[in-house]
Nanobody, 129 residues
Framework: QVQLVESGGGLVQSGGSLRLSCTAS????????MGWFRQAPGKERDFVAA????????YYADSVKGRFAISRDDAKNTVYLLMSSLKAEDTAVYFC??????????????????????WGQGTQVTVSS
């Protein structure tokens, strides 16, 4: 079992920045792929960004490319999402996810929620225009 806890959400003005954190506990002896998704009211949960277990590869949704950056600190069992140039349409609940048992992340599977085995409870990000 892996428990994931997100933090760092809040209210920010358009054009501002936030850094989300996701800390893992439980089965933390190994390294695994991590992803961020978001869900706005009445909409599906959408892929935002992901990073492979080694940290060598990162993936981003087109809507956030160039504005968001995902990184990991394995010594702290934490993955980060630095969000810059925020827009009103970035408003959503942001979830982190861990891919522990499945195949390695690739550009073909990174977008699907089924690729990931564990999920956090989410943190709200609200961008005011």
């Amino acid at each position: 079992q892996v428990q994931l806890v997100e933090s760092g959400g809040g209210l920010v003005q358009s054009g501002g920045s936030l850094r989300l954190s996701c800390t893992a506990s439980g089965r933390t002896g190994g390294r695994y792929s991590m992803g961020w998704f978001r869900q706005a009211p009445g909409k599906e949960r959408d892929f935002v960004a992901a990073i492979t277990w080694s940290g060598d590869n990162t993936y981003y949704a087109d809507s956030v490319k160039g504005r968001f950056a995902i990184s990991r600190d394995d010594a702290k069992n934490t993955v980060y999402l630095l969000m810059s140039s925020l827009k009103a349409e970035d408003t959503a609940v942001y979830f982190c996810a861990a891919g522990v048992y499945g195949p390695a992340l690739t550009g073909n599977n990174v977008h699907y929620t089924r690729t990931y085995d564990y999920w956090g409870q989410g943190t709200q990000v609200t961008v005011s225009s």
